[in-house]
């Protein structure tokens, strides 16, 4: 298996392209698919600069519905017309950041539920023997608090919280081994992992997900205390992670001094 990431938040040369999003391209004895698309068409830009054919993808992803990882579909359906895009049924659904001074919408550019080939899908769905998707994560153990300011807009224009059950999460099998592809983990990195157990009856042998641990107004006491509960347990696990996007940096060094060689960031251009 060949992963490689399209687009993340900072980058590995001068010549890609970084940008807050994510999106990544990888490469099974079946399958080129890609699972997301960055906030614009740089992502596509990135895959030239590193080799990926875009119009091979036979298959593409979204992992949840923000703009951050949909802004560059409408640009790969230019490039490639023929692979389906899946995403789940809700993606499309107003959803917003919301404080006592911020309404900004934040869902995808609804031109893209206009394309032939996206494919709206609810829940679990094994597409083949190598890739299937799961949804519906309900749990909230260490629940990442920016979700706090994560919300849907009503049809008479309040809000509530979003329960994120447009996320969704890819699962790579080939070769004996099981990878986990999560966008942000809004559902929480360990709620997702116990989902995948219960589905899976394992662990698995990778995960690349963003851990939505960021905060623009710095970490409290408690906000530390939960990111250390949260390395220690998956340090117990046997999987490696690779992390960046909405993880932030200073969770990510917290988390890197207890998870040591479990625990790998990944930028734009890296290559797995």
Known sequence: MRIICLMENTALADNIVSEHGFSLYVETKNHKLL???????????????????LSKVDMAMLSHGHYDHSGGLMKF?????????YMQSNAGGEYYHTNDTLEKYIGIDKDILKLPQVRLIDGNVRIDDGISVFAGVKGRRHFPSGNLELTVKLSDGTFIQDDFSHEQYVVIEDNGKRVLISGCAHNGILNILGEFKKLYGCEPDMVISGFH???????????????????????????????????????????????????????????I
Do not use: R, W
């Open 35 to 53: 699972i997301d698309a960055g906030q614009s068409d740089a992502f596509a830009e990135n895959a030239k600069s590193l080799g990926v054919d």
């Open 77 to 85: 359906a230019e490039i490639n017309e023929k692979a389906p895009i």
């Open 213 to 271: 641990l960021m905060k623009k107004n710095g970490y409290s006491d408690e906000d530390v205390e939960n990111i250390k509960v949260i390395a220690a347990e998956l340090k117990a696990m046997d999987t490696t992670f690779y992390t960046g996007h909405c993880t932030g940096e200073e969770p990510f060094a917290i988390m890197k001094d207890i998870m040591g060689d479990k625990l790998h960031y990944i930028h734009s251009g890296d290559e």
